[in-house]
């Protein structure tokens, strides 16, 4: 029975030490949490007073180590190019969507409803039938013989 309880003390003390060893790492933890807040709120800071002042929507670029503002020219020209490539693609893109649900809408359509609710079977009978166009063709004819 002693070597038993000698186990248990054994056990209990491990236990202890594991639980105290947690303990003080969280509290640790918990202490450093306003120390890292306020350096990465400094550091951000120092970044943003660091940066060029922009006065327009382009990008500056700030020449670091052996760029060479050529350099630079040519990355802001790729970089407009693929910007161009990109929207144009989209624009493609969109109209070949519309075409296709065009292609596959027209033939679901039946025109001859539209046109006996229209009252209109051609385009043929719908001038055949204006009014305005044997009212010109009066005046024309009134119009000439007036003169002659």
């Excluded at 890292?36 to 951000?44: A, D, F, G, P, T």
């Amino acid at each position: 029975m002693d070597t038993f309880n000698f186990a248990d003390n054994i056990v209990i003390k491990t236990l202890k030490m594991i639980f105290a060893s947690m303990g003080r790492a969280t509290l640790k933890f918990f202490r450093e949490i306003p120390a890292k807040v306020k350096s990465h709120c400094v550091l951000k800071i120092n970044e943003y007073k660091s940066r060029p002042k922009r006065t327009e929507m382009n990008k500056i670029y700030v020449l670091v180590g052996y760029t060479t503002k050529q350099h630079v020219e040519n990355k802001y020209r790729t970089e407009h190019l693929l910007i161009t490539v990109r929207r144009v693609l989209l624009m493609i893109i969109l109209l070949e969507m519309l075409l296709i649900s065009i292609n596959k809408i027209v033939p679901l359509v039946d025109f001859s409803q539209y046109q006996n609710i229209l009252g209109i079977s051609s385009i043929d009978d719908m001038t055949n039938n204006d009014p305005f166009t044997t009212e010109i063709k009066e005046t024309e004819s009134s119009m000439i013989s007036i003169d002659g």
